[in-house]
């Protein structure tokens, strides 16, 4: 994910720019100035594109994965951000993940994690239980067949 331009550390591309800047600056345009001064304004020109476009690649890439639960968002999460760190949780019984969450680049590994209020959980098993009851279903029904069928059967060892 991208850095916190703040506490942004230098890549090689940066340095690379960089460098182009100061023999552009330094080098190429007195020297131009003097000998074919109609193109510096070309330059100049190509320069501020370029870092404005190092400046635009700095900023966040927003990438939302939606799905079904255990289909693996996780897990391409974990691949494309982490390499081979699990960071976020995958392969366990029921939504691990459920809930939104936002992954960002940071110098120091850390969680922060933002309780909902009794409130906002209040409302989303109201909207759950009016969905489902438009459906023909309740919420406790929906509950007790999740208990039954999805944490406890697999659960269960299996023979070795």
Known sequence: MSPDPQHRVASP?????????????TGVKPLLGELHEPKLSELDADLANLLRTAEECDSALEVCFLGM???????IINALAF???MVLPTGGVGPLTAQAMTVRYGEIPK???????????????????????????????CLRRWDREGRTSRRRPTPS
């Open 111 to 141: 969680l922060e994690i933002e309780y909902h209020s009794g409130a906002r959980l209040n409302q989303v098993i109201f909207a759950l239980d009016t969905n489902l009851r438009s459906k023909g279903k309740t919420l406790s029904s």
């Open 83 to 85: 390499d081979k760190e």
């Open 69 to 75: 639960a255990g289909v693996g968002k996780s897990t």
């Open 13 to 25: 591309i940066d340095e690379l720019i960089a460098k182009i800047s100061t023999w552009y600056t």
